[in-house]
Antibody
Framework: EVQLVESGGGLVQPGGSLRLSCAASGFTFSSYWMSWVRQAPGKGLEWVAN????????YYVDSVKGRFTISRDNAKNSLYLQMNSLRAEDTAVYYCARGGGIVNWFDPWGQGTLVTVSS | EIVLTQSPATLSLSPGERATLSCRAS??????LAWYQQKPGQAPRLLIYDASNRATGIPARFSGSGSGTDFTLTISSLEPEDFAVYYCQQRSNWPPVFTFGPGTKVDIK
C-alpha cells in the first residue's frame, strides 16, 4: 500500500523555524517527483514546493521563496521541508504528496501535519 | 500566473441528482487539469487527472471534460458520500508550478 506520513508540525513563534518530514512507503520513492501542499484553516489548497527525483530541480510558490527549502533523502525514502522566518500566514496543515512534476497531479496525499505560527 | 476560478461556490443538491461543477483557467492549460475531493478532516483525494481520466478506484459516476480554459466535473447521480468540497488544479507548462481553484462545496439540499 502506498503511504505517506508527515511529522514535525507544531506551534512556533513568528520568525522561528521548523522542519517537516514525510516518510514514504509502498512505492519506489526515488522514481517520483514529490511535493508539499498546504491548507490554511478553513481555506483552500496551496501548492508550496516540489522536487525532482534526484533533487536537481526544486520549485517554490513565490510566497515562500528564500524562506523554505525542500529536500529529499532517497536512501531513507523521506521528503523534508525546512521552514525558516515563519510568519502567521504560514499557519496551515502541510500535506506531503506524490507527484507534481512531469506528472501533472498529486496522488496520494499524506494525512497532513499542522503548523501554527503564533506568539 | 494562471488563475483558476470555480463555480458555483456552493451547490445544494439532493442524493440522486446530477452535479455539474465548473473550473475556468485565466489562460490555456491544455489538458493539465486535475480534480480532487476533500471531506472534513481528511486529505484531498485525486478523482480526475489530465482533464478526463478517472484515477484508480474512482467510481464511474465521476467524469471530467474540457480542454484549454474551460473544464467540467460531473457527478452523474450523487451518493451520500459525495457531499464534500471539490478542487480543480492546473500545472503551468514549465517550470512545473501548480495552482488550485478556490473550491466548490457540494452540500445536501
Amino acid at each position: 500500500e502506498v503511504q505517506l506520513v508527515e511529522s514535525g508540525g507544531g506551534l512556533v513563534q513568528p520568525g522561528g523555524s521548523l522542519r517537516l518530514s514525510c516518510a514514504a512507503s509502498g512505492f519506489t520513492f526515488s522514481s517520483y517527483w514529490m511535493s508539499w501542499v498546504r491548507q490554511a484553516p478553513g481555506k483552500g489548497l496551496e501548492w508550496v514546493a516540489n522536487i525532482k527525483q534526484d533533487g536537481s530541480e526544486k520549485y517554490y510558490v513565490d510566497s515562500v521563496k528564500g524562506r523554505f527549502t525542500i529536500s529529499r533523502d532517497n536512501a531513507k525514502n523521506s521528503l523534508y521541508l525546512q521552514m525558516n522566518s515563519l510568519r502567521a500566514e504560514d499557519t496551515a496543515v502541510y500535506y506531503c504528496a506524490r507527484g507534481g512534476g512531469i506528472v501533472n497531479w498529486f496522488d496520494p496525499w499524506g494525512q497532513g501535519t499542522l503548523v501554527t505560527v503564533s506568539s | 500566473e494562471i488563475v483558476l476560478t470555480q463555480s458555483p461556490a456552493t451547490l445544494s443538491l439532493s442524493p440522486g441528482e446530477r452535479a455539474t461543477l465548473s473550473c475556468r483557467a485565466s489562460q490555456s492549460v491544455s489538458s493539465y487539469l486535475a480534480w480532487y475531493q476533500q471531506k472534513p478532516g481528511q486529505a484531498p483525494r485525486l478523482l480526475i487527472y489530465d482533464a478526463s481520466n478517472r484515477a484508480t478506484g474512482i467510481p464511474a459516476r465521476f467524469s471530467g471534460s474540457g480542454s484549454g480554459t474551460d473544464f467540467t466535473l460531473t457527478i452523474s447521480s450523487l451518493e451520500p458520500e459525495d457531499f464534500a468540497v471539490y478542487y480543480c488544479q492546473q500545472r503551468s507548462n514549465w517550470p512545473p508550478v501548480f495552482t488550485f481553484g478556490p473550491g466548490t462545496k457540494v452540500d445536501i439540499k
